[in-house]
Structures are given as structure tokens and as C-alpha cells.
């Protein structure tokens, strides 16, 4: 029986590769498509010679794929085509599936960082007292400071629907109060039996440098150097002494 082309020499404990011989597509150790990857590697590289670079990051220069394919054995590692447009193609000495898996903890990592910024919601009433909205702003405002969202509503009961201008005015109001701390993200607009307005936190612009104030009159003598005395100075550079 012919073996598998995609065979290699595998270190105890790991799993083997799917052999490919019979058209399907071809599987990691991680268990994903090869194809879905676009990427080449082991026997399934065909191209005469390659730009080799080691698992360290060494650039090894233009060697035979046979070459190459021997020092990726060695070390029981993969030898992935990572440029195949180049000429010749540029391949990576590596360990396909934990690469594989670093990578996809990457894009995790930047997709949990995007999905941070959490909305935080205050509801109010048309006709609310001073004393009310003093507290539901100052809740406005810390959430803003914490760098979350406010989704605002104002929430309208029986003929108060006819009066909405009572709650666009009130969502203007915080907006202006909230100006130097967020933005309009979503202008006010009726949803249901609710006015809703979305504000965005604002980053802080940084403070400018003072500049240092003047001091009236002559600088203060540094240690080594003679006190200003109107006098005169000599050629050597010192005061003449009265006669």
C-alpha cells in the first residue's frame, strides 16, 4: 500500500494529519480545512524552491523544497506557504495548529475589546421635578465618566402623548448639560409610548502646558556668578572698586 502524500513524522501524543489522497479537503490538527485557510503545507506544496524562513524567525534564503521539507521534519514542525504570490512562494517553518489557534485567540481578544462599551439606560417622565432630574443626570453623568453609552427615554403615559415637545425639550436640556462629556449619537425620536435619545462619552482632550509666569526684575545669582550691582564691570570681568 502507497503512503499517504501528506504523511510526516509526528511527535507521540499528537494527533496525525487527514491524508488528501483522495481529493477530499485536506484537515489540521485543529481540525479545519486547509483550503478554507488558503494556505499550502507539508506535500501539498508542489513549487520547485521556496524562501524559507525558520521557526525562530531566520531568514534561511532561497532553498529546494526538498530541503526545506527535511528541516521542518527535523524539528517537528510544518512547513506552511505563507506568501505563495512571491517568487518563489516564501514558506514558514512553524507548528501550523498552534498558530492556527493563537491566531483565532487574536481575533477573540479584538472582537471582546469591541464589544466593551456597554449602554446603560435612564428613564424620566415628561413633568419631572428639579430635584428628580438633578439625580438622573448626575447617574448621566458618572456612567458617561465610566466611558459607557446612555440610551435616554422618557416615557409618556395617556394624553401626555400629545404633548411630546415636553420630552424632546427635557432630552435637548440633558444634552446640553452633558455636552462637554458626550455627543449625539442617536437624536431624540418617538419609539412606542417612549422619546429615546442615544449620548456617546468623549474622550478628554489633554490639558494644555501652562507656561511658566515672568518673574519682575533681575534673575536670582546662580551659584559661582557675581549678584548684578550696576556697576560697571572690568576687564577681567569684575566690578571696579570705588576709589
Known amino acids: 500500500m502507497w503512503p499517504c502524500p501528506t504523511h510526516r513524522p509526528r511527535r507521540p501524543g499528537r494527533p496525525a494529519a487527514r491524508c488528501t489522497a483522495g481529493g477530499?479537503?485536506?484537515?489540521?490538527?485543529?481540525?479545519?480545512?486547509?483550503?478554507e485557510q488558503q494556505q499550502r503545507l507539508n506535500a501539498e506544496?508542489?513549487?520547485?524552491?521556496?524562501?524559507?524562513?525558520?521557526a525562530d524567525g531566520t531568514q534561511i534564503g532561497i532553498v529546494p523544497l526538498a530541503q526545506a521539507l527535511r528541516r521542518a521534519r527535523e524539528q517537528e514542525l510544518d512547513l506552511v506557504e505563507v506568501a505563495p504570490q512571491a517568487d518563489p512562494p516564501v514558506c514558514r517553518i512553524m507548528d501550523f495548529g498552534k498558530n492556527k489557534y493563537e491566531q483565532e485567540q487574536k481575533e477573540k481578544e479584538a472582537r471582546k475589546r469591541q464589544n466593551q462599551i456597554s449602554?446603560?439606560?435612564?428613564?424620566m417622565r415628561p413633568k419631572i421635578s428639579d430635584n428628580d432630574y438633578g439625580t438622573k443626570s448626575g447617574h448621566v453623568r458618572r456612567f458617561l465618566l465610566d466611558g459607557s453609552k446612555v440610551r435616554a427615554s422618557i416615557m409618556f403615559r395617556g394624553r401626555e402623548m400629545s404633548h411630546t415637545e415636553l420630552g424632546l425639550r427635557l432630552l435637548d436640556r440633558l444634552a446640553e448639560d452633558m455636552s462637554e462629556l458626550a455627543t449625539v449619537e442617536a437624536s431624540p425620536k418617538v419609539d412606542g409610548r417612549n422619546m429615546v435619545m442615544v449620548l456617546a462619552p468623549v474622550k478628554p482632550k489633554p490639558p494644555k502646558a501652562e507656561k511658566p509666569a515672568r518673574t519682575a526684575g533681575e534673575p536670582p545669582a546662580t551659584a559661582g556668578e557675581p549678584a548684578a550691582t550696576g556697576e560697571p564691570a572690568g576687564r577681567d570681568g569684575s566690578a571696579d572698586a570705588p576709589a
Do not use: F, Q, W
Request: zero cysteines; glycine letters at 12%.
Open 119 to 123: 449602554v446603560k439606560e435612564i428613564k
Open 45 to 54: 506544496i508542489k513549487v520547485p524552491r521556496v524562501r524559507l524562513v525558520d
Open 24 to 35: 477530499g479537503a485536506s484537515t489540521s490538527r485543529g481540525g479545519s480545512s486547509i483550503n
